[in-house]
């Protein structure tokens, strides 16, 4: 669904779709910084809706950072890979509880092939932590030494998505619809927050608000349900 049509639907909820000249009391581009502020407050109380798998190169030496991949907190670790995506080795249960790295394990290397025929050295990693209070950043064990290649394949929450008015003229469309109702209501709660001139706009902005976080409870129901059938 394109997203300049999903704000008019709600531009008319409010009154403000009159034939040719729609986005007047409430311009376009302020739905615009609603539907992105929206999306913020979706990903906030939903991050699994915005959680996907990346792949990873990690950078010398101990320390990594994968907010630099748009990746905001890493939830899991899924294993250590080779330039073509082969799995070298599952880490999905190698994680320690201290970021503590006094030791250096002697490496087990491994020749792989490239896509390109030639043939490189990696390092298997022996674990990954995940840096508490830091989202994004981890360490692995035993560092990565200057000049090997090593990729990982990462569990990841990425930023919520943001649509300029540009964008929305553009043709952007809004993607996965089962979060739609809550940015709806959202949407709603925050034109009609500082609309002076509509009556009741205050308690109906409340209400919004309220339908905005039933409606993200009444997701997470429903998608338990179908996973326990």
């Not at 915005?50 to 990690?58: A, Q, R, S």
């Not at 250096?104 to 490189?120: A, E, I």
Request: with cysteine.
């Amino acid at each position: 669904m394109l997203i300049h049509e999903f704000l008019r639907t709600i531009a008319a909820q409010l009154g403000d779709d009159r034939p040719g000249a729609p986005f007047r009391r409430y311009p376009l581009s302020m739905l615009a910084a609603f539907y992105s502020e929206a999306m913020c407050f979706v990903s906030s109380h939903r991050p699994d809706l915005f959680t996907d798998f990346i792949v990873m190169k990690l950078a010398t030496g101990a320390h990594q950072d994968a907010r630099c991949c748009g990746c905001t907190n890493v939830t899991g670790v899924v294993a250590q890979i080779d330039a073509d995506g082969n799995t070298l080795k599952d880490l999905s249960s190698t994680g320690s509880s201290t970021s503590d790295i006094s030791k250096w394990y002697r490496p087990v290397c491994k020749s792989v092939t490239n896509s390109d025929g030639t043939t490189s050295t990696t390092q298997l990693i022996n674990s990954i932590t995940v840096e508490v209070g830091m989202n994004g950043v981890f360490t692995v064990d035993p560092p990565i030494p200057p000049g090997v290649d090593v990729w990982v394949k990462l569990k990841c929450v990425h930023g919520a998505p943001s649509a300029s008015e540009a964008d929305i003229l553009g043709g952007a469309t809004t993607g996965d619809c089962k979060f739609l109702p809550a940015i709806r209501s959202y949407i709603l709660y925050r034109a009609l927050q500082g609309d002076r001139h509509a009556v009741g706009a205050a308690v109906e902005s409340q209400n919004e608000f309220k339908n905005a976080l039933t409606y993200l409870g009444i997701q997470i129901k429903y998608e338990k349900a179908q996973e326990e059938e």
